[in-house]
Structure formats: C-alpha cells, structure tokens
C-alpha cells in the first residue's frame, strides 16, 4: 500500500509498505487507520512521519515512487535534502527500506534517480525496480486516463492538466529486465521482496464483547434469566388461552440452540439497545426478517410479535444444521435512530465500533453519464445515449447486454468517432468503484479496537469510524454485523399519535384491538394510501377485492403481492369468499395450509411440510427450502427421494408423495418469510388503523415526513379531498412547520413552501408565540427581521398564497418586494440606532409600500404562482376552468381509465396539463412520451408517429391538450397511447368569435392592448361611466386571438367590469 508520509511542515511524499508478516499487517492496519481516523478527510489519509515510531516490524519501507518526495524536492529545487529526508524515514525501519526506482518518463526522472542511487549506494541501502501498475495492458491507458478524470472533475483534452505516462501496465519480466539492465540488483530485490512476503489474513471466527464478565457460561446464565423473566411479563399480559407447556417447551429448544451455538452475547447485545431505546421512547419496529420467529426474541422484547401465535418457526432463523450467525435487522424511527448508534458507541467504546463502507460503482447508465461528460461530449447527445438502456434497479443490465438488446442504442454508438469512443471506454470502466459512502444500516461491534482487526476511515459525512472492508471481508475478518435500519413508517406513526395526543386523545399503538370493524372496511373499499405496504394502485384494488377482515389475511397480502406468487391471489380470494374449495393436497397438510385455503404461501410451510409428511426435522426442513430455491438437480433428485421415503413410513402414497414434492418445490421458489410478512403486516394495521380512526392526524403525518416529495403531497392532497376534508393553504398566522390538523381539516405547512428553510419558519412561529398574530400587511412589515427572512423566502410564501388573510393581491405583494423589504430595513437601523422611542410606533401606510398592480393575477397565473411554490396544484387546477367543455364533450380521468385496464383494455377522452415532454426516434420515426397532470395526479402518453408529426407543435408545458387515448395493462405495465390529440383552447376560439367588454375606466384601454395579439375574434368596448348614466360602445379595429388565458387577463385588468360573448 501506498501512502502520504509528511516529512515536515510542508512536505508530503508517498511512501509504500508491503507487508511480510501478521506483526506487518497489524502495524499497517494501525499506520492506515490512524491516518484516516486523526488526519484531515478533504485532503485525504496523510501520516506524520513520527507516527512510524516503532511500526516497522514485519514491513518493507519503499522509499516512494514518481509521487514520492524525490519529485517534490525537485520541483522546490531542494533536491540536496532527499538524503537528509530519506534518513528520517530510515530511523524508523534501518533494515528494512529499500530506494525505489521506476522509469516511466517523467521529467526530471534522471535526475531524482542519479540522487537517489547516490543515496542507497552512500548508506548502503538496497534498490528496488518497480512500476506503479494502474492497468493490465497498454490499451487501457485511454479508460485509465478517463478515471482518473471522473475522479478529479477534469476534461481529458484540457492541455493543462496532469497526465500520466502511457506505461503503468503490468509490464512483463522481459520488458522490465531490459528496462533496468543496467540495475540487475533492482530487479533481484523485487524477486527477494515477494519470496518474503508469505502472509495471508486468516478468516476469523465471530468476535463480540462480553455482555457480562465471566465468559461464556455467565452469558448462557444472564440470556436464560431475562428470556424467562421476559417470558413470564408477555405471557401475564396475553388476554386469550394459551398452552403454558407449549411455550415453555419452545424456550428450552431455543435456548440450547443458542447456547450451544454460542450466541447468547449477540441476543443479549441486541436485546440492550432496543430495550435502551425503548426506554428513550425511540420507536422500534415490531421485527423484520425471520428474527420474529424466536421465542426468545420475544421474550427479550427484541421483537413484538408472539411467534406461538402466528407459526412462526425458530429454524428459519437459526438453523441447529448450519453454522451462521443470527442476523436481526432492526427498524427504528429514521429521525432518531444516530441516537441508538451513539449509545453502542458509548456502552461498548468508540473504538470498537464502526460502521461499515459501500461501494458505488460505474454502472451503465452512469459510466456513459461520466465519460460523456470527461471526452467533452453535449450533454444532450449523452442524455438521449442513455435513456435507450434500459433501466432496471432490481437487476441493472450492463452496457454490454443493452447493446445486444437495443438496436437504437448500437446506431447511436456508429453514428460517429467521438460515440464510439464514448462506448469504447465506458465498457473498459463499467463495474469499477466510482466513490465510497457508509452503508445505511450495517454497524460492527468487537471486543478490541477494530483497527486491530481491520483497517478504518473516517467518511466526511460523518464523524463515525467506518471500515475500509465491505460487509463480506468485515465479517470474514471476525467482524458481526448488527442492521440499524430507519423506518420512516415508525416515525410517521410517532408523529400521528403525538397530533392525537394533542387533541386530547389516549392512544397505545402497541395494544391496538386487532379485529377494529372500521380499519378492515376501510381497507375494504381500498382506501389504504399511506398505508405501509399497502397503499400502491395494484394493492388498493387486491384490497377491494380481498375484503380482509383479519391480520392473516394481511400477512397472506405482503407475502403474495410480487411477481409470481401474485398469480395465487384470485385462488385466495375466491376461496375466501366460498366461490371455491381449498385443495390441501392431503388431510395430514389441512392444519399448514388451512390459514392460506391451500394456497403455499410461505417458506414456513415449505418447511412444515417436509417434517409432518416426510419426517424432517424443521433444521433439515430449512436447508430442503433452500435447496430447492437454488434448483441444483443432484441435490434435488436426493431429496426428493428422502422425501417420497419419509412420507411412504407415514404411510402415504408414492405417487401422491412425489406430485406433492413437485408442487411444494414450485411454490418453495417464490414462498415468502412469513416472519418478515408478519411483522410487517402488524406495522400495516397500525398505520391502517390510524388512518381509519384518526384520519387527519395519521394524513398530517404522513405529509409532513414526505413535505419534500411533492408527487406524494399531491396524492395525499388527493386523498384528503377524497375523504371529506379539506386541505387549507398555508397561512402565515395559523400554519406551522409541520402540517397539522386544524378544525376538522389539514393546514398545509410552511416548512413544506420551496425555498424556505426552517430558520424562517421558527422566525414565524417564534415571532407569533411572543407577540400575537400579524394584524396586517402593515404589522407584518413592521415587525419584520430581514435577517432572519430574506427575500427569495417571502416571495414564495406570497406565492403559496402564505399572506392572503394580510392582503388580498398576491400580484401587489410580489411586485413590491423590494419596497417591503426597503421598509422593513430602516426600520431596524432605526432601532437600532437608538431612535426607537420616535421612530418605533411609526405607522405605516400600506399604500406607500405595497403598491397597486397593473392588474391582478387571472386564476391560470395564480395557480401557477402557486404550483411554483409548493410543486403542485393546491386550490384547483388548470383544467377547472374547462370544466363545462369537458362535461359536453364526456371526457373521463385517466385514473378511471387506469383501473378499468386492469380488467381489459380501455379507451377514453381524457385532458391534462403538459408538465414536459421528450422526443425519440424508433424505427417507424420520431415519437414523443408527455408526462401530463390532471384533478388527480401525473401520467405519461406515447404519441406515435402519425399523430405526433400532425400534432407536435400542440405539445408545449403548460398547455392543456385533450387526447383519445387507448390503455393497456400489460402484466402490471401500463401501456398508454394517443389516437389523437388537440389544443383545449382549440375548442374555446371556436365559441369566441365576438365579446364585449365591460369598462369602467379608458385609461385601462393601453393595458388591454398589450395582452392582444392578432387572430379572428371581434372585440367591442362598452364603457360605463356615472354610474351607468351614460355609456358607450364601440368596436377595436382588427381581430384578435381569444382563448381562456386571454380572457381570464382581461378579466383581471383595473376597470374591467366583465367579458362576455356577444
């Protein structure tokens, strides 16, 4: 390894360690570890030089290469100090550095070479011959290159940055022989350097602190008391029958496995800090993976769900037939959880935990994105380049596989030079590191400082150890992983049963009545957004169909809705209705599968299956569902006649045995943890019932945790109005940072308005709580802190319609900013000069601040306004005001149109707003995507070729369009497409073909005139004057263009009394 030595104040050099032994590996994970851990993380790991004060045991010094300090002093023109240098560095491992040469044709290299060889030849210093190797052959100088400006934010053709020479492959022993012929003895060293070096890391087994003094024994002894103890308080608090004998023989089975296996420390570390949190009143999730189906966990209130109740099996979570750690993920509340991880740093030692790194690498999309951008490709070449690979989180292809699927994606790479280059380098770099980050859950606990067992750094994000192995080599290196994951559902459900408690309500979410009538007919009629795991369309309409009525059916639905096994669910259904008879296969399968109406749903049922036909213990049951997820025939072909025997000693058919075998093996491919199922389900019917008892706590909740996502605020908007309640603008006296229920609907809050951050809110809020609400305008600026609210603040609180009960014109109000803000600055330095008592009860006049606008905001500019404000459309929506058109015309909702797809394809005219648009090239021509808005939410429109070429210019942001459309769901895929598409306005220029307008006042004739352009509608003027006592009407020479922005314009002109048809 290669680092950064600090000779002095202001020398840094590279010097390299190569390890020959475990005391070597130790000391560099100590030297790498503390130049991380105590340097300074912009500038990267640098070690003072006297940090290798007695560190050199079991390690070769290099002296440096080309970035060594031979390079350094010959750029400071102080070369005649490498020795004195050099000699420093040799204090520390007199037998043990060797002076480094390489030849890679930089210059000044003869130079700090001839310096060098005098130095190693004066105090006898071994030389070495090496060559720093960044690739593995010449070709890959070009992609190198390319790296390293990703790394550095550079452009490959800018002449003035620092390149590398072409030569830093694996050059092969003949090449580096006549490279250094005239140093034989360099090239000797470097064979006698490696035929030292014969250490290898070992694997190590699991390593955790003691709980406990007093070693293994006393560990047993303390899981056993709290597991019993534990026991007895959950079981004293259960109100239906239980076997007594049945979970006391469950909590010995248990307990020898644990103790047997040695892993009573890892339950009694995992049972501390969730019982510390729960005394913090964190909240923590119920469990999550197969950890729920421990007894014991339960028990130590690891977990909340009894697993006698549900069937939960131990050995899907711990296998007595395999060796492997227990691995509980644990959820707590996202807000809060840094707190537990603080507390593990304080109860075991900041130096014995850390958490643990990532690795992001250059996938396709992202290397094309980078290497565009280095090679100085236009940034939309690049953009379109990468929108033809297909994108797939769940499995990203690699760019490879999308040039063989893709034919629009191999004419772009042959469309010139500069594009196949681009592809050239991007599949040499695809699959490399990019960056390094922390990971979002993992943290290790040992019971010695880490850097002992692992090098650490230190990310810039975070003041927390982290280490420099990923999860796999940490934990081969003895390391155990414990998840601290953040749920935000748990953090929503925190802040709703605060909002309840504020209303005067008791409520405990964790002693919910579990059969509630008004929780299971809400989710019946669908109605479970923000509901956790249930709330997507596909969900609401399995729901509806579902009608669930008990928290199996619940557990059956998180366990059923994914590819594959959702094919099961109309079975599910309909046997749950009684339209079908369950088939268990066999009557001695009726009790396992009776839950599901035959239907295997879970892993569990796999396993139970396999002990009650065939015998298996639930340990061989496990690694039989294992096996049979992994396909491996010769395996397969084994167990399937385990099986068949087993079950011919039960005295079943051979036959029946073997089709139940093939139908357990097709079901174990896609079967689902049922522990994991249950809890997350239990999390569902909290959310579920919160949102049907206390629905606008649970819906002001749920909006403030995603106050940043404005699609989810406009569906939750959506969901507000569905449910009968109103959902008010943000107000400047009445909101507050979060949002919040006010009087039987939601007030939206300020927290939530773009561009202003919390500082400004507290401000608000502040300002209120000490001196009563803004009476007025005029309060308002009177009372204003310009250091506390700036400018960019206040415009979008105006636009968000923040200051409508101060004053009623948004358009006065964002026209004369810089006048409030002149008044409200003077009248600081006022104070602040003293001159309070004269100046500080100065009124002020409104009308000398805020000024008159030409004209007030039509309803399409004050949507706007708004929209821009807060993302999305809150009191109305452009398409309002074609109301009655739409109502003529029998247009529907794409949503309607969405829902009826799921049963067959359908058809319909629909409307909305264009939010953006993208042209592509297919094989039929150029066809657009349109990403449209309506009442309800967002959508996207193919519009081919034909109707794309008649109708392109139509399609522009903000313009309404009407578009037949077709709909089609295609395996869970919505396909939408236009038959044919118009202008709204279109329609609207048809009926205006003669107004009048209504004046009051000529002098607003020259305002009206700059919102008129040339078209085909004839404009009268009427003006009223005396109050109607005389009028008179006369007709503007030409005509006009006329649609309903136009018209809304002229409405909103000083002296218009109206617009009509004529």
């Known amino acids: 390894s290669s680092l950064k030595v600090q000779f002095d104040e202001d020398l840094v050099g590279e010097v390299g360690f190569i390890v020959r032994s475990e005391q070597g590996y130790l000391n560099l994970l100590s030297i790498m570890s503390d130049a991380y851990l105590d340097g300074d993380v912009i500038d990267g790991p640098i070690v003072p030089l006297a940090q290798l004060e007695g560190k050199s045991e079991g390690l070769f010094f290099l002296s440096g290469n080309h970035a060594g300090i031979g390079h350094k002093l010959l750029e400071r023109r102080q070369l005649e100090s490498l020795e004195h240098h050099l000699l420093s560095l040799a204090g520390f491992a007199p037998s043990s550095l060797f002076v480094e040469i390489q030849r890679i044709g930089r210059a000044g290299e003869g130079e700090v070479e001839q310096a060098l060889l005098d130095f190693a030849y004066k105090h006898s210093f071994p030389l070495v011959a090496t060559n720093d190797i960044f690739y593995d052959r010449p ?49 000797e060293n470097s064979v006698l350097i490696a035929s030292s070096c014969g250490f290898f890391p070992k694997e190590h087994p699991p390593i955790l602190p003691r709980f406990v003094k007093g070693g293994v024994e006393a560990e047993n002894d303390e899981l056993a008391q709290q597991a019993w103890d534990g026991l007895n308080e959950r079981l004293a608090q259960k109100v239906d029958d239980y076997d007594s004998s049945g979970y006391d023989e469950r909590m010995k089975h248990e307990l020898a496995i644990i103790q047997e296996k040695g892993f009573s420390g890892y339950f009694l570390i995992v049972a501390d800090f969730i019982k510390w949190a729960k005394a913090k009143d964190i909240p923590v999730g119920p469990g999550r993976g197969s950890g729920a189906g421990s007894l014991v966990a339960w028990a130590l209130t690891i977990t909340d769900l009894d697993p006698l109740a549900f069937g939960l099996l131990f050995e899907r979570f711990l296998n007595p037939e395999r060796r492997s750690m227990p691995d509980f993920d644990i959820d707590f509340c996202q807000d809060r959880r840094d707190e537990v991880i603080s507390y593990v740093q304080e109860r075991y030692g900041r130096d014995e935990v850390a958490q643990i790194i990532t690795f992001g690498k250059l996938q396709a999309r992202a290397v094309l994105r980078d290497v565009g951008r280095v090679i100085g490709m236009p940034y939309g070449q690049v953009d379109r380049i990468c929108k033809l690979v297909p994108n797939n989180p769940a499995n990203p292809v690699t760019l490879q596989e999308a040039l063989d699927s893709e034919d629009l994606l191999r004419v772009e790479r042959d469309r010139d030079d500069q594009s196949r280059r681009l592809f050239d380098i991007s599949l040499q770099l695809e699959g490399l590191y990019r960056h390094a980050s922390t990971h979002a859950a993992g943290v290790v606990i040992g019971d010695r400082p880490l850097k002992q067992l692992i090098p650490l750094y230190r990310d810039p994000k975070s003041d927390m150890p982290v280490t420099q192995f990923n999860m796999n080599w940490a934990e081969r290196a003895g390391l155990v992983k414990f998840d601290f994951l953040g749920l935000k559902t748990l953090t929503v459900i925190k802040k709703a049963v605060s909002l309840i408690r504020f209303a005067g309500h008791e409520i405990d979410v964790d002693n919910l009545p579990m059969n ?41 639905l998180v366990a059923l809705y994914r590819p594959g096994p959702m094919d099961n669910i109309p079975r599910y259904i309909d046997c749950k209705a009684g339209r079908a008879e369950p088939d268990y296969l066999h009557p001695v399968l009726k009790p396992i599968l009776q839950e599901t109406y035959g239907v295997i749903i879970y892993q569990e049922q796999v396993m139970q299956i396999a002990q009650t036909m065939s015998g298996y213990s639930l340990g061989e049951a496990d690694l039989l569902r294992r096996a049979m997820g992994k396909k491996k025939k010769d395996v397969m072909e084994q167990e399937q006649a385990k099986f068949i025997q087993g079950a011919q000693e039960n005295n079943i058919d051979t036959k029946q045995a073997r089709y139940i075998f093939t139908m357990v093996e097709k079901f174990a491919g896609y079967g689902f943890n049922k522990s994991h199922a249950a809890a997350y389900a239990y999390v569902a019917y909290q959310t579920a019932y919160l949102k049907a ?14 106050m940043g996502n404005t699609e989810k605020l406009s569906s939750f908007r959506d969901d507000v109005l569905g449910l009968g309640f109103s959902l008010l603008p943000p107000d400047i006296n009445k909101s507050f940072h979060d949002f919040a229920p006010e009087e039987g609907a939601i007030r939206y809050a300020l927290g939530a308005v773009r561009n202003v951050g919390s500082n400004v809110v507290h401000w608000i809020v502040g300002e209120r709580d000490a001196h009563g609400p803004f009476a007025d305008m005029a309060d308002f600026i009177k009372r204003l802190d310009t250091e506390h609210v700036n400018k960019r603040a206040f415009e979008f609180l105006v636009k968000s319609g923040a200051f409508d009960s101060l004053h009623p014109s948004r358009a006065a109000l964002l026209g004369s900013i810089d006048g409030i803000f002149a008044e409200g600055m003077r009248r600081k330095s006022d104070m602040n000069m003293c001159q309070g008592s004269m100046f500080g009860d100065e009124e002020i006049d409104p009308m000398m601040v805020v000024r008159t606008p030409a004209r007030e905001f039509t309803s399409f500019e004050l949507l706007d306004v708004e929209q821009h404000a807060l993302g999305f459309f809150l009191s109305g929506h452009p398409l309002d005001a074609y109301a009655d058109q739409l109502s003529e015309e029998g247009a529907t909702t794409f949503s309607l149109l969405e829902e009826r797809a799921k049963e067959k394809p359908s058809r319909g005219l629909v409307a909305g707003m264009v939010v953006s648009m993208r042209e592509l090239s297919g094989s039929r021509g150029k066809f657009g995507i349109v990403k449209l808005s309506d009442r309800v939410g967002g ?101 006009f263009a006329m649609n309903m922005r136009t018209r809304q314009a002229i409405s909103a002109l000083h002296g218009v009394r109206s617009v009509e048809e004529r």
Request: aromatic fraction near 6%; include cysteine.
């Open 139 to 187: 070709e890959a100088h070009d992609a190198h290159d390319a790296l390293r400006c990703i790394a550095r934010g550079e452009y490959v053709e800018d002449g003035r940055r620092d390149r590398l020479a072409p030569c830093h492959y694996f050059r092969g022993q003949d090449e580096m022989a006549e490279l250094f012929s005239d140093l034989p003895e360099a090239l």
């Open 516 to 556: 509630d009538p008004k929780t299971f007919a809400m989710l019946g009629e669908g109605h479970s957004t923000g509901v956790f795991q249930l709330e997507s369309a596909g969900m609401r309409d399995v729901l509806r169909k579902m009608k669930p009525d008990c928290l199996e059916d619940l557990i059956a």
């Open 693 to 706: 008892n206390h629905p606008l706590e649970f819906l002001a909740a749920l909006m403030t945790l995603d």
């Open 939 to 1039: 959508f996207e429109v193919a519009v081919f070729s034909e109707v794309w070429e008649k109708s392109r210019s139509l399609v522009r942001p903000g313009e309404v369009l009407f578009m037949m459309v077709q709909v089609e769901d295609d395996e869970g895929r919505l396909r939408v497409r236009a038959e044919s598409l118009r202008n709204a306005e279109q329609q609207a220029r048809k009926s205006s073909q003669r107004i009048e307008i209504n004046i009051d006042k000529s002098t607003c004739i020259k305002d009206l005139r700059q919102l008129l352009e040339p078209g085909r509608c004839e404009i009268f003027l009427r003006l009223h004057c005396m109050k109607n006592l005389c009028d008179a009407t006369y007709q503007l020479p030409g005509s």
